[in-house]
């Protein structure tokens, strides 16, 4: 269709379609198409996908855009979300943890249970900072990594990102419905 619409000074319709073996009435067919509701709905549910992808730096998996739609009002299914993320052709672009370090050649620290050292809250904010941030970035100073690192803490983390264990709500929310009680 593009290439038609793109070639229409050098060739002719007829021209075109006989050498491409598609048929013209096929080509006028989508020339003249209006799109029905439902494609339009599609089409604005996609770009809502899309549009969060995006605000979240690329960073949400299905889930959290689902999470985030229906806080939004826009009533969907994971399932959903995931079916339009996968004909946008996107996905989270946060690393996983030993894909990281197998390609690094790092070795993982283990500590048992109950060691005086484990501290398994902290050690998941590092795990989710280094696979949504550390891992996805190319750092060239140590200031431009220190002022992205803040950025990412104070701006995403803490305000905007979702956390699973807080019944997908951000932080900053669930401080003000504890201050608000």
Same mark, same amino acid.
């Given at each position: ?75 969907? !299914?994971? %399932? ?8 946008? /052709?996107?996905?989270?672009? &946060?690393? +996983? #943890? ?12 283990? !500590?048992? %249970? ?8 902290? /050690?998941?904010?590092?795990? &989710?900072? +280094? #696979? ?12 431009? !990594? ?36």
């Amino acid at each position: 269709m593009s290439f038609i619409q793109a070639n229409l000074d050098k060739y002719t319709v007829k021209q075109m379609c006989s050498a491409l073996k598609f048929p013209r009435s096929t080509y006028y067919a989508a020339l003249n198409h209006v799109p029905s509701k439902r494609e339009q709905e599609y089409k604005e549910f996609s770009n809502e996908v899309l549009s969060i992808y995006n605000e979240f730096k690329k960073r949400y998996r299905a889930i959290n855009i689902h999470r985030e739609l229906n806080d939004r009002n826009i009533p969907c !299914s994971v %399932k959903r979300v995931q079916c339009h993320m996968k004909k946008l /052709e996107i996905k989270s672009i &946060v690393v +996983k #943890k030993y894909q990281y370090q197998k390609n690094q050649g790092m070795l993982h620290s283990f !500590s048992r %249970k109950g060691n005086p050292y484990d501290n398994a809250c902290i /050690e998941s904010f590092h795990s &989710v900072l +280094k #696979k949504e941030e550390v891992y996805t970035t190319t750092y060239y100073t140590f200031e431009e !990594s220190k002022s992205a690192l803040f950025e990412y803490i104070e701006s995403f983390y803490n305000r905007k990102r979702r956390h699973n264990a807080l019944d997908y709500k951000t932080p900053q929310q669930v401080e003000d419905e504890a201050l608000a009680a």
